[in-house]
Structure formats: C-alpha cells, structure tokens
Nanobody
Framework: QVQLVESGGGLVQPGGSLRLSCSAS????????MGWYRQAPGKERELVAV???????NYADSVKDRVTISRDNAKNTVYLQMNSLKPEDTAAYYC?????????????WGKGTLVTVSS
C-alpha cells in the first residue's frame, strides 16, 4: 500500500505564491508518473501538471507559465510551485502517483489540500 501526504495549501491573495508538496511512503514499488490535479466547487477534477520519472513535465494550458512541477526521487516527493495565483485557481488540489509493483501499475490519490485565492 502507498500512502500520500500532501501539504502546503492555504489562503493566499491574488498574485501570491504557494508551494504544494506530496510525499509517498510505502515499500516494494517504483514510482512512475507523479502529478497534481484540482477540483473546484461544482466542477470536475482536472489535470494541473504531471511529471514522469525522467523529469518530463506537462501542464494544463490554464496554469502554464505560472506553475512548475518538480520531484525529488530520493524522497519520493513531488512539488507544485504556483505563482501569480488567480481567484480561479481556488480548488482542492490532489496529488496523484502511479506506481509499478510486481509488473502491475496502480494509481494512488492523496486526500487533497485546499488552495484559496482571495483578497
């Protein structure tokens, strides 16, 4: 079993910055893709950014140029640096990790961390 612990959410003013972190714990697996998704009230969950084990990243058009995803493979941790935050970035942000164990790929989700952008 893989457990994900997210941190870094909170209240920030428009134009501000936040850094989210998500650490994966457990044993016997290899982490493949890591990513962040978000879900605003009344909306479907959407991709924010993903990063492969090799460090290739992809971003949603809505956050490109304002967000940077990175990972520390030694710590099994993925980060999301968000700058120039807008009220429309307000959402619950969920960490997603894809693992490989005994030839089987599994997806795990964090419980979410709330980001509120408001003056």
């Amino acid at each position: 079993q893989v457990q994900l612990v997210e941190s870094g959410g909170g209240l920030v003013q428009p134009g501000g910055s936040l850094r989210l972190s998500c650490s994966a714990s457990g044993s016997g697996f290899i982490i493949l893709r890591m990513g962040w998704y978000r879900q605003a009230p009344g909306k479907e969950r959407e991709l924010v950014a993903v990063i492969t084990s090799g460090g290739d990243a992809n971003y949603a058009d809505s956050v490109k140029d304002r967000v940077t995803i990175s990972r520390d493979n030694a710590k099994n941790t993925v980060y999301l640096q968000m700058n120039s935050l807008k009220p429309e970035d307000t959402a619950a942000y969920y960490c997603n990790v894809q693992t490989l164990r005994a030839g089987v790929r599994m997806d795990y989700w964090g419980k979410g961390t709330l980001v509120t952008v408001s003056s």
